[in-house]
């Protein structure tokens, strides 16, 4: 065995959390992903609207909560829901999936952070809830301050974690538009807010290894694709190129090319 490993925490995790998005995979690459990964894969979302429009989902919740994998549907379903009057409806419709988890954003409509709160107060009664931070449009900007505000609003109202949004391209919210981290921004919230609170959604390897890099092995990571789990395991664990020398003691540096 390997020793001089970054120590990973078992499951339930407080940190090194890492949350899948699962655009619409079906039951058999599921119950693959769970035979293979499953062990570290802490929240699965079913992304955005996907599990409206397809078949077999209740199945592939149950597939997953076998690896007590949390499961939700994406936000931007419940804004649907919202932005129609219907929060009742959601709470029936991801009550019928079997979902034990819940995501709150506002990313798509204009919410209040008063309402968006009691969504949150709302949810925790019965739900996991994360919330997310950031606008889904490139050109909304949002100040450090807000995100700073709206993060310890949104965990103050019950939100287990908050997550920094850069959706699947990973070129909006925390990221600059070449897919490059806000750097000024991220150190902010981080003086302001606990990391170990943070989702940072993370699509990309470059955003995946920038913040191992900054954070640790630790580190709380979101928007990873189902074929990309166990890649993302091996940049936090040191076993690939990119974080190979983070981990090790400073003697065994003389070994770098």
């Not at 076993?239 to 070994?255: A, I, M, Q, V």
């Amino acid at each position: 065995m390997l020793d001089l490993l970054p120590v990973r925490e078992s499951k339930p995790r407080s940190s090194g959390v890492t949350m899948v998005m699962d655009k619409g995979i079906g039951i058999r690459q599921a119950q693959d992903l769970v035979e293979t990964a499953g062990h570290l894969i802490d929240f699965l979302k079913l992304g955005f609207g996907t599990s409206y429009v397809s078949h077999q989902v209740k199945e592939k919740v149950k597939a997953y909560q076998t690896q007590d994998i949390k499961v939700y549907v994406g936000g931007t379903l419940l804004e649907a829901f919202l932005v129609r009057g219907r929060f009742e409806d959601y709470l029936r419709y991801i009550d019928k999936l079997g979902c034990d988890a819940a995501e709150v954003s506002d990313g798509c409509i204009k919410l209040p952070q008063e309402e968006k709160c009691r969504i949150i107060e709302r949810l925790k009664e019965h739900y996991t809830v994360v919330s997310e931070i950031g606008a889904k449009e490139a050109g909304i900007v949002m100040e450090a301050e807000a995100w700073i505000s709206a993060m310890k609003n949104e965990l103050d109202a019950g939100s287990s974690f908050v997550i920094g949004e850069a959706r699947e391209s990973g070129t909006v919210g925390i990221y600059e538009k070449n897919g490059s981290a806000d750097v000024a921004l991220i150190q902010q919230i981080l003086k302001n807010v606990p990391a170990k609170k943070i989702i940072w959604e993370a699509p990309l390897k470059q955003q995946q290894t920038w913040f191992i890099r900054l954070l640790g092995a630790g580190v709380n990571l979101g928007n990873i694709a189902p074929a990309e789990i166990l890649a993302l395991e091996t940049l936090r664990l040191g076993l690939r190129g990119d974080t190979f020398f983070n981990f090790l003691p400073e003697d065994f540096k003389k070994f770098k090319l």
